[in-house]
Each structure stands twice: as structure tokens, then as C-alpha cells.
């Protein structure tokens, strides 16, 4: 805690309690904290991974990718709790030495092919599959600037305004206000990018919608961090419209479920390992839930 008066030591000292309400989880190493062997099922392509925001890019662009006739994107969604700590086992440490949610492996390829953070692996299926990822030059780039922005400009959204409003252990002014204001630039940013175009990338759906919709979509949706009067996201009507068009998308509707263990019971599959599942779940299938960013 501070009281505004706060001077940094010479050396940082961690302080395993003042992490708020993921201080269990987090610490200033990497290596893996136990031994634990990820499973594996039957299908080409193994996603490992929980239903926040960066998990959900990776599902929603399989089950599109699904919908249009891709069998070889059959894939099989294992949970990984990070509240418990299970993407600090060694299994998953290995193929994700950054220890985040989510990782993929291809087990087509021989030997099979490790992907990890989000941006790499909807790059990585798109390229694959040929979808979602325009060819032609100019159209190409405007898709990666996007789908960059989203990378780089997410974190002040998640880590500094979500952390600040939901998760530190008390309210500070100073910190809310600076990624408020950050966060509301770029709903801007998109707003305005949204009013001449259909898609974000321009009239196309790309991966650059499903990287941008879980995080930005979700927020202007008021369902994230419970802050859309405080954000007033209701005033960015372009974002708006987009936001509620990309949701009416039933494999959208399909990826945000997969992995997610909170909310109401008929949004939850906690494990995908096939097609049948979201018809087939049932409430024997359901745990308690848990809380994401």
C-alpha cells in the first residue's frame, strides 16, 4: 500500500502479498513451479488455454475456421486454470516458456509445432488455412497493423486499467484515471475507425476482428470489469454496432464458451474435444466457476 508517498528503494524486493487478488500467481520468475504433463487428444491441433480474453481470439478463429469446412482445424481445447496456477506446470512451460495462456501445438507437422501468444497463432491458423487474412498487399498490412495495435494496446486496457478497477488490493485515483483515459482513447480510436468501415481492417472479417473483439468488444458489450457506465461505452455507437454485429456470429458465439468456467451454465464448455460437445454438455460437466481478466 501507499499513501502518495512513496519513494522505490535502491534494489526491488518482491513482496509476495501485494499482488492484489492474483498474488498467489504472480512472481518475477519463469520457471516452471511443478511437474505436470499436458494432455493430449486426437485431433491435428491441441489448444491449451482458459476463456479470457486472449484465450477466446484463438476459438472463436477455430470454430470459424470450423464452420467454413476446415476439418483439419478439428481441434481439442484443454483446460488450464491460471487461478491454480496450472500454466506453471512443466508440460506447459515447455510449450510456452512465457507461461501464458493460450499455447497451441500442431501435431501435424512432424515434429509438431509449438505456437504461443495469441497474435502468433491466429497469424499461424490464417496462414494455414488460407482464411481471414487478405492477400492482397495493402489490404494484408492494414489487417497486421490492426491486428498489432491490438497487441500492443490491449495490456494498458487489461493490465493497467482492469488491474487498477478490479484487481489491486485498493483503489488509487491516479493509476484508474491514467488508463481510463487511455482505455477511452482507444474506444475512440475504434469508434472512429468503425464509422467508415464495416470491419476493422476494412469490409472484410479478418483476424483482426477476433483479436480486438474479445478485449474491445466485450467491453463496449458491458461485459468486462463491470465498467461500461463508469467508461460510458455506450456513447461509442460505431464500436457499437460492430461489437453486437461480430457477436450475432454463431462460431463466435461457440469460441467464447470454449474453456470458460464462470457465468451462467449454458455459456460454459469447459473442455472442447469435439463438435457434439456444445450440444452434449451438461450441468454434470460444470465445476465452480472462476474469475478471469
Given amino acids: 500500500m501507499s499513501d502518495g508517498n512513496y519513494k522505490p528503494p535502491a534494489v526491488w524486493a518482491w513482496d509476495a502479498e ?4 492474483f498474488a498467489a500467481i504472480n512472481r518475477p520468475v519463469s520457471e516452471p513451479t511443478h511437474e505436470c504433463a499436458l494432455p493430449r ?3 491435428p491441433l491441441q489448444l491449451y488455454s482458459l476463456a479470457t480474453p486472449n484465450g477466446v481470439k484463438v476459438t472463436i478463429l477455430l470454430e470459424e475456421l470450423l464452420a467454413l469446412g476446415h476439418d483439419g482445424a478439428e481441434y481439442d481445447a484443454h483446460l488450464i486454470r491460471i487461478t491454480e496456477g496450472e500454466q506453471f506446470g512443466s508440460g506447459f512451460v515447455e510449450l510456452n516458456p512465457n507461461g501464458k495462456i493460450p499455447a497451441l501445438l500442431d501435431c501435424s507437422a512432424e515434429p509438431a509445432i509449438r505456437i504461443f501468444e495469441s497474435g502468433a497463432i491466429l497469424l499461424y491458423l490464417a496462414g494455414k488455412f488460407g482464411e481471414f487474412l487478405p492477400t492482397q498487399t495493402a489490404d494484408r498490412v492494414e489487417c497486421l497493423n490492426w491486428l498489432f495495435w491490438q497487441m500492443g494496446s490491449a495490456p494498458l486496457l487489461g493490465g493497467g486499467f482492469g488491474h487498477f478497477y478490479v484487481y489491486a488490493p485498493a483503489y488509487f485515483e491516479y493509476p484508474i ?3 481510463a483515459m487511455e482505455t477511452k482513447r482507444q474506444l475512440d480510436v475504434l469508434d472512429r475507425r468503425l464509422a467508415a468501415n464495416t470491419f476493422i481492417a476494412g469490409e472484410e472479417y479478418t483476424i483482426a476482428d477476433m483479436a480486438i473483439w474479445p478485449w474491445y ?9 463491470d465498467a461500461g457506465e463508469f467508461l460510458q461505452v455506450r456513447g461509442y455507437r460505431h464500436l457499437q454496432r460492430w461489437a453486437e454485429q461480430i457477436d450475432q456470429r454463431p462460431a463466435v458465439q461457440r469460441g467464447r464458451m470454449v474453456n470458460r468456467t464462470w457465468g ?3 455459456e460454459q464448455l469447459h473442455e472442447r474435444h469435439d463438435a457434439s460437445d456444445f ?4 450441468q454434470d460437466n460444470l465445476d465452480p466457476g472462476t474469475a478471469s481478466d
Fill in 18 to 21: 501485494s499482488g492484489g487478488r
Fill in 41 to 43: 487428444g486426437r485431433h
Fill in 177 to 179: 484515471n491514467r488508463y
Fill in 217 to 225: 468488444g466485450a467491453l463496449a458489450l458491458d461485459r468486462l470489469y
Fill in 264 to 266: 451462467e451454465p449454458a
Fill in 279 to 282: 450440444v452434449h454438455r451438461t
